[in-house]
């Protein structure tokens, strides 16, 4: 009798415990591209994400849990991610999941709403933004879509040739790519702005001379690149090969603080879309950045993907603290506390962030930079109208 009271009374006791474990702990996933054909933003990005939740576990965590971030590279691998979700939502049992790419995330959403778990993904597609299509998306910073009609509006204000302004889309063949191309078609019709012509490049490539001669007999006065910002960069170059005079704008992943670095002079003039502050930029969330860096030294450089990843850790973490502070640390719980933030701020790192149960677009705000003396010169913010009929365009 004793034996089996003393069995009875440890059992308990390991109970206890291992609820108290799970209880301090909370699980988050991570998808990551680390090695595919993204590996140029994607890397900065994760490093970002996982620096922001080591930094907020040394503050305390979510009200003293500690988040325990589950890593998976996925290689840009739409197949790797559908087994990464399975084995987050089976196996790990993730209360959320942080996400990269477009295509994967686009194929995960219906399930992703069937199984009720927040999923911020790297991706700003404007088709994740309708909460009555994708209840359980989201991301943080100006999507792809709100991106290229504030290159439309630039456009717009400072065309001052004869005629409408020309301009030319290039983008390659996949979720990411094609993202935000719809959206510019209908909006440089509303504008008056004439697109001559699109123009379709690989996902990796060593020269795009060719397309680029495509683009050349359209004589474009302008053109938006929708890709990262490695592939940006051999385009530069190619393009400064071929004396071509169009004025090069690039979407928020081709416009880094790498792009100078590796298009060397022939970045220089090009503009580009930011939804991030660049790394070092005087806003007052970046102290909490540097004053991490110069504690945990890395051989890269920081740049603003980087910087993203920290605003996306941020954000998440603070909705993880809302749903815990209501007793609600679940899918559900998480996805209804996210929607109660108003311009949630990070400190300057992004602009002010809002979600709501009726529309997921965290902001239509960006900032135009171009390359200047090598390095990324601030030209102007610019703010897209939320309009309702482009909620998940």
Known sequence: MKLRTLLASLAAVLVTVTTALAVDTIKVGGIWDLTGVTADVGK??????????????????????????????????????????????EQDKVVMINGWGTGDTEALKDIISKDKVPYFSASFSGHLTDPTKTPYNFFVGASYSDQIRGFLQYVKKNWKGKGAAKVAFIYPNHGFGKAPIEAGRQYAKELGIELVHEEVIPASFQDVTSNLLNMQKKAPDYAYVQTTVSWCAVLLKDAKKLGIKTTFFLGNYGMTEALPALAKDAAEGVYGMA?????????????????????HPVKEAHDTVYVR?????????????????????????????????????????????????????????????????????????????????????
């Open 44 to 89: 900065p990005f994760a490093q970002g994400v996982q620096d922001a939740i080591a930094y907020t576990n040394s503050k305390g965590g979510i009200n003293s849990k500690q988040i325990e971030l589950i890593n998976v590279d996925y290689a840009y691998k739409i197949p790797q991610a559908n087994a990464a979700y399975k084995k987050f939502i």
């Open 309 to 393: 990843g920290w605003a996306y850790g941020l954000t998440w973490a603070e909705g993880l603290r809302i749903a815990d502070k209501n007793k609600n640390l679940t899918g559900e719980g998480v996805k209804l506390a996210l929607e109660t933030l108003k311009n949630f701020d990070t400190g300057g790192l992004t602009p002010p962030i809002t979600y709501t149960s009726s529309d997921h677009r965290p902001t239509t705000k960006s900032t135009i930079y171009v390359i200047k003396g090598g390095k990324m010169t601030k030209v102007e913010e610019i703010e897209t109208p939320r309009k309702k009929e482009w909620l998940g365009l």
């Open 275 to 295: 939804t991030h502050a660049a790394y070092g930029e005087n806003v007052k969330g970046m102290k909490m950045l540097t004053d991490w860096n110069k504690k």
